[in-house]
């Protein structure tokens, strides 16, 4: 769990979170029918390359790529691969960097071309799910309260609430203490601390929130093959408030 020691270990992550949103801005612009997600992957290449970071995902655990990318069904941890968009296609994208030793991790869900009403409401409501549980990010604020902010807005639109993949601590290694799951009761769980920072990240299942774990031991996916959404920020807890590394 990283307590930032001065103010350069938080202008260190601020770096990191500064070439995720780039990576972000540049392959959502590259996003379109018929560029395939190994294309996508290599954008992400030259933008950490071009910012002086490093990857958080390369060589993790043996992970192969730059990006996470995840069209569809896949709810997170997709492998890029030659498959290439189609319109219609939802598509979530989760990247990370590494500026002197501080890291940032981020994702984004959209729409290729046009998408479903339902797709589109998906994509909407799980990107609002995160922006209100960011709204409750302050010292003392307790992880259950946040938690239970993005479950009750999921299951408000009868999405399927992803309880298997969760948010994490960040710092000094990419996945640090403390948890921080997508559901929980007010008051409950760990409570924040200055000096923190913290990933959020809701995943809803248009159908159940059931998951299973392709051969390849990354690729997670809906049971039922209904789609799903993703998208996380990099927060980091101060005295004078929060900063969203990421946005």
């Known amino acids: 769990m990283i307590t930032f020691k001065s103010k350069d ?31 996508l992957d290599l954008v992400a290449k030259k933008v950490i390359e071009a910012s ?13 790529a730059y990006t996470c990318i995840s069209p569809n069904d896949v709810i997170v941890h997709g492998i890029p691969s030659d498959y290439k968009l189609t319109d219609g296609d939802v598509l979530s994208v989760d990247a990370g960097a590494i500026f002197e030793g501080l ?14 009403d339902e797709a589109r409401e998906l ?3 799980t990107k609002y799910a995160l922006e209100e549980a960011i ?6 604020q307790s992880l259950g309260t946040i938690g239970h902010k993005i479950q009750s807005i999921g299951e408000k639109y ?41 990933c959020i990240e809701p ?24 789609l799903s959404a993703h998208f996380e920020h990099t927060i980091g807890i101060t005295s004078n408030g929060i900063e969203v590394f990421t946005k």
């Open 9 to 39: 270990d938080f202008n260190k992550m601020s770096k990191a979170g500064k070439a995720v949103r780039n990576i972000h801005e540049e392959v959502y612009d590259k996003a379109k029918e018929g560029v395939s997600l190994k294309e």
């Open 52 to 64: 002086g970071c490093q990857s958080n995902f390369l060589g993790y655990r043996g992970y192969p």
């Open 103 to 116: 890291h940032a991790d981020a994702a984004f869900t959209c729409g290729i071309g046009k998408i479903s």
């Open 123 to 125: 994509i909407d409501k």
């Open 135 to 140: 709204k409750l990010v302050d010292i003392g």
């Open 158 to 198: 009868s999405y399927g609430v992803v309880k298997e993949y969760i948010g994490h601590g960040i710092g000094f290694e990419m996945h640090e203490d403390p948890q921080v799951p997508n559901y929980g009761e007010k008051g409950i769980g760990l409570k924040l601390k200055e000096g923190m920072a913290i």
């Open 203 to 226: 995943m809803f299942n248009l159908g159940s929130a059931e998951t299973f774990l392709e051969e390849d031991n990354w690729t997670v996916k809906t049971k039922d093959g209904s």
